[in-house]
């Protein structure tokens, strides 16, 4: 199948998963809620593209499903013999939730090819974590993948760590590829101590930025704000106040308006508020995927 696209593409690669909880499943994975977020964010001016796996199962039926009512092209998602993704989460007597990620999945097993080719080297913008990349077989696809997007594109690093499923060398691999990274006040320290970076946060930005040339870093520190460091300085914006119905997604839709936002080449400042905007109404709405309004 060749694929075309009538409009530049923006792409998030890595996972699909279903997050099953006990009152039922939860659509997730971080690149794939980046990816609805944008597109529900993009007014058709891109195209939003899916590059993952499934399994040919209802849980993979359901999956690609739930990306195209959200906008995004799934030509990109590769059906296998894989079971498609899910974590497990148990909730304990006081509340707090442990979870069981299924392993050798079918985004663990992504597979090069030419539709793949052809949609890297169309692509505006790229986002990729570390999640996607546990399996050696998925991580030299998604870094083959970066590599091929062109030389103008955005290349984003969403950290997004989860222990036991990241390696400093998946990390230390990822940190050159991109050129915007985001991470939350929690990660900065963890990849600054593999790079041996010391300081405070403003200083850790610095050094980031300078080490690798990235364009710009985003720093989210949940209540607390954001960051966003670029070669010309800091910009800062305080944490939005509303009622929080759960946190998840938030930050995948934090990526998605920062991203349009710069690829629209909109005053920085504007495109931080923005961002910060619309993952406090995503921390508003139960699940990851709300249809956000305009903003």
């Known amino acids: 199948m060749a694929t075309a696209f009538e409009q530049p593409v923006i792409v998030g690669i890595g996972e699909i998963l279903w997050d099953v909880f006990p009152d039922g499943p939860r659509f997730g994975g971080a690149p794939a809620n980046f990816a609805c977020s944008t597109a529900g964010l993009a007014d058709d ?3 939003v593209v899916m590059v993952s796996g499934v399994g040919r199962d209802e849980s993979g039926r359901s999956a690609i499903r739930e990306l195209k009512s959200h906008g995004v092209l799934t030509q990109c998602v590769q059906q296998s013999e ?4 899910r974590v497990d989460v148990r909730i304990d007597a006081s509340g707090d939730a442990s979870y069981e990620f299924a392993e050798n999945t079918a985004w663990d097993n992504l597979q090069w090819t030419n539709d793949l080719a052809a949609t890297a080297r169309t692509a505006a913008a790229v986002c990729f974590g570390s ?5 050696d077989i998925s991580r030299q696809v998604i870094e083959q993948f970066v590599m091929a997007t062109p ?6 690093f ?3 760590l989860r222990p036991p499923f990241w390696t400093s060398e998946v990390i230390t691999a990822s940190l050159p590829l991109a050129n ?3 991470c939350n006040d929690d990660e900065l320290p963890m990849i600054a101590e593999l790079v041996g970076f010391k300081g405070e946060s403003a200083e850790l930005l610095q050094q980031f930025g300078e080490r690798f040339d990235y364009r710009v870093i985003a720093l989210t520190c949940g209540a607390n704000g954001s960051l966003l460091w670029t070669p010309e300085g800091i910009d800062r914006v305080a944490g939005v106040e509303v009622q929080v119905a759960d946190t998840v997604g938030a930050g995948d839709s934090f990526t998605a308006a920062l991203i349009l936002g710069l690829l629209k080449d909109e005053p920085l400042a504007q495109v931080h508020q923005r961002a ?3 993952a406090a109404f995503v921390c508003s709405q139960p699940g990851a995927t709300p249809r956000i309004p305009p903003m």
């Open 45 to 47: 001016v891109y195209d």
């Open 82 to 85: 894989f079971q498609t993704g």
């Open 131 to 135: 999640l996607g990349q546990r399996s």
């Open 151 to 156: 030389a103008h594109a955005l290349r984003v």
């Open 158 to 160: 969403d950290v997004n």
């Open 180 to 182: 915007v990274l985001k």
């Open 276 to 278: 910060a905007q619309v």
